[in-house]
């Protein structure tokens, strides 16, 4: 096993750290604030290749892979967890499951703005009353012969209201159940008969804009079909295969700054005559810290490189994600209780990760989902894909 990056990953490892640092970090608080997100970031992400990853070089892609995308998200969770979201909304959700299972059309049409950035991107599962269980969805296309016709309601969708074009999962057949499900394409801003509205009572994520999609006799014309009607399911898993591993990334990243975050503070904070880094207590959590978020490092990195290789991952991904955001959110913890009242203050960055840590035990499959996942590979029952 080689453990070491080669220069071309330190490099891009590097340049998203700096872009953390430069273009992120400065104007942070006050975008979490006023609960901003700015479009012309997301532009300036995509010029830097950070979209580019697992993509062909004719669809504008980058030659590189996952591993180099879980380089890159990580870097940029450190700072913001709300940051990292973009690579799933531009790169591992939509343009990688378009790439798999589009036209050459659809393609050529949707993958080179994901990718650059001048198209933002999103995706649309859930339901109020459909969320792990996604088979159990109600909103529904009905075939009218030269359009599909949409009624229901999406919610948690990440970019609902920004997305000029994305991926909707709805039924097509419901008697069918699962095997009913169908993926369209959709440009909301083009749709009549719709709307869409911003959820602004998050916990975190504050820059990273939450929606719902209302469908009300939504026209939809028939090529916006990805892949073929009863194929939604399938589509389906295997997106949520990769955008669990942008997850597992950004947990990694957050991780990461809450541990950085909580090693500076001890370091400086003086009580009892010496830096409280070196009282027994506050070491014995920095090293739990250390201690988890190296093993989840190498669980996220190991299901990166198995899909780089082409090799069944879906054991390993599940693994990475549930260990990684459940470290992410106990380093939060223990980084707000090594900087104790000032901890609890949102002058310091703290409580940010703690918020935001969060949401890693819900997305893209709950923290219970994946040891659903990763016990029935684990007995047998399911096959490791």
């Known amino acids: 096993m080689i453990f070491e990056l080669n220069e071309e990953q330190k490099l891009v490892q590097?340049?998203?750290?700096?872009?953390?640092?430069?273009d992120i970090a400065p104007t942070l608080e006050e975008e979490e604030k006023n609960q901003e997100f700015r479009t012309e970031r997301v532009r300036r992400m995509g010029e830097l290749g950070f979209f580019s990853c697992a993509l062909p070089e004719e669809l504008g892609g980058s030659g590189m892979?996952?591993?180099e995308s879980v380089l890159m998200a990580e870097q940029i969770a450190k700072v913001s967890a709300s940051w990292r979201l973009p690579f799933n909304?531009?790169?591992?959700?939509?343009?990688v499951t378009v790439?798999?299972?589009?036209?050459e059309e659809q393609k050529k049409k949707y993958i080179p703005g994901w990718v650059d950035g001048t198209q933002i991107g999103f995706f649309a599962m859930t339901e109020p009353d459909s969320g792990s269980d996604v088979a159990s969805m109600k909103t529904v296309a009905h075939d009218r012969?030269?359009?599909?016709?949409?009624?229901?309601?999406?919610?948690?969708?990440?970019?609902?209201?920004?997305?000029?074009?994305?991926?909707?999962?709805v039924s097509t057949d419901p008697e069918k159940k699962h095997k009913g499900m169908t993926a369209f394409i959709l440009e909301p801003k083009k749709l009549e008969n719709f709307s869409a509205r911003n959820i602004e009572t998050k916990l975190g994520l504050h820059c990273a804009p939450t929606g719902e999609l209302v469908f009300s006799g939504t026209k939809i014309p028939k090529d916006s079909v990805l892949g073929e009607p009863?194929?939604?399911?399938?589509?389906?898993?295997?997106?949520?295969n990769?955008?669990?591993?942008?997850?597992?990334a950004g947990a990694l990243g957050v991780a990461g700054g809450a541990l950085e975050l909580a090693i500076n503070y001890a370091n400086e904070r003086i009580q009892f005559g010496k830096p409280i880094s070196k009282h027994q207590m506050i070491q014995a959590q920095i090293a739990e810290m250390v201690v988890e978020h190296e093993a989840a490092r190498l669980l996220v990195y190991r299901a990166a490189w198995l899909k780089d290789n082409g090799k069944p991952n879906q054991y390993e991904t599940s693994i990475a994600k549930y260990h990684a955001s459940e470290t992410a959110v106990h380093a939060a913890n223990e980084c707000m209780k090594i900087f104790g009242s000032y901890g609890f203050s949102s002058e310091y960055p703290a409580e940010r990760f703690y918020r935001d840590a969060k949401s890693l035990q819900i997305v893209e499959g709950t923290s219970n989902v994946q040891k659903l996942i990763i016990s029935g590979i684990a007995c047998g029952h399911a096959p490791n894909r």
């Open 89 to 95: 909304m531009q790169n591992l959700g939509p343009a």
């Open 242 to 248: 990769n955008t669990r591993l942008g997850c597992a």
């Open 65 to 67: 892979g996952f591993f």
């Open 230 to 240: 009863g194929q939604g399911f399938k589509i389906c898993m295997w997106q949520l």
């Open 145 to 169: 012969g030269d359009h599909y016709e949409l009624h229901g309601t999406k919610i948690w969708a990440s970019n609902a209201a920004q997305g000029d074009a994305g991926l909707l999962y």
């Open 14 to 22: 590097e340049t998203a750290r700096q872009f953390a640092a430069d």
């Open 99 to 103: 790439a798999k299972f589009g036209t």
